[in-house]
C-alpha cells in the first residue's frame, strides 16, 4: 500500500510549506548506459602495463636489492609504467 501525501502539505508546526511525496508509480524504465569516449582497448592495454610495470619493480625488490639499486639498475619496469600511463591517456582520447 502506497501512502501519498497531499501535494501542498503543511507540517504540524507550520512553519512553512513544503512539497509533499508524489506517487510516481512503481515502474522506472531503465536508464540508458551512456558510451565513454575514446578507447577502451587502448585504456585496457595501458592499465595492463602500469599493473606489469608495478609487479615487476615489486618483484626486483623483494629478490634482493636496495630500493636506490633497483632504480639505478633497472629502467624497464619505470619505463612500461610510463608506457602505460600514455597508452591510458591516449586511450582516453583517441577512439579506434
Not at 512503481?26 to 599493473?51: D, H, N, Y
Amino acid at each position: 500500500m502506497v501512502h501519498t501525501r497531499p501535494i501542498n502539505y503543511r507540517d504540524d508546526w507550520g512553519t512553512s510549506p513544503r512539497q509533499g511525496y508524489e506517487d510516481r508509480g512503481t515502474f522506472r524504465p531503465p536508464r540508458v548506459p551512456q558510451k565513454e569516449p575514446g578507447s577502451a582497448v587502448l585504456r585496457s592495454i595501458g592499465m595492463i602495463c602500469i599493473v606489469a610495470g608495478i609487479l615487476w619493480y615489486t618483484y626486483l625488490l623483494t629478490k634482493g636489492g636496495d630500493l636506490r639499486g633497483v632504480l639505478e639498475q633497472n629502467h624497464g619496469p619505470l619505463a612500461i609504467v610510463g608506457l602505460g600511463v600514455v597508452v591510458s591517456v591516449l586511450g582516453k582520447y583517441l577512439r579506434l
